[in-house]
């Protein structure tokens, strides 16, 4: 209720309090400055991390598949930004909504490349930091898989400057590119980024 009251929403149709009951709000860790979400910043030891929350990239499904999910889409990627000391990393997190897709997919092994290329004709090459394996979210039964991406100096300036268009992901099963209709997302994620750190 009191994140609710802090971003103007009312949420007293969803509780069982009334809108006028009395709540003291609470510390919360996530920032909006400008709509610039941070989920996190804290210190540990020497280094300062700060993160974004998840924004939404893309959602997709194949043309064969359009028929079954006609509500949803079979995949759907947030990204996050998060810079640990001077080191800053792109975060997907690929929602599958098919068991069938995720065997279908595979993992994403510890060296596979990211490709984005922006809408100024430019490209991005980045390299998965770990072996990837999907695991199953209790209460939807989605399939997750949570990437982490090194981002380079020169590759964060771009990311910070030019908007997104297509993203491609190196599967263990195969390469596949899919367009960005978030285009200012990653954008925003790294002004968001530079404007608190």
Known sequence: MALGRELNVDFSPYVNLPASAEIKPQKTNVKLKDNCGILRDERINKDRIVETSYQKLFSYTPEKLKRYFKEKDLMEVSSS????????YLKLKIRLLSKDAAR?????????????????????????????????????????????????????????????????????TGYESYDIYNVDTLMSQMSCIKSVY
């Open 104 to 172: 279908n997919y595979g993992s994403i092994v510890r060296g596979n490349m990211l490709k984005i290329s922006l809408i100024s004709g430019k490209t991005i090459i980045l390299y998965s930091e770990s072996d990837v394996q999907s695991y199953v979210e209790n209460y939807t039964g989605h399939n997750i898989y949570d990437a982490k991406y090194l981002i380079s100096g020169d590759d964060a300036g771009l990311l910070n400057n030019v908007p997104s268009d297509v993203l491609g992901i190196m599967w263990s």
């Open 81 to 88: 930004i998060t810079q640990i000391g001077k080191s800053q």
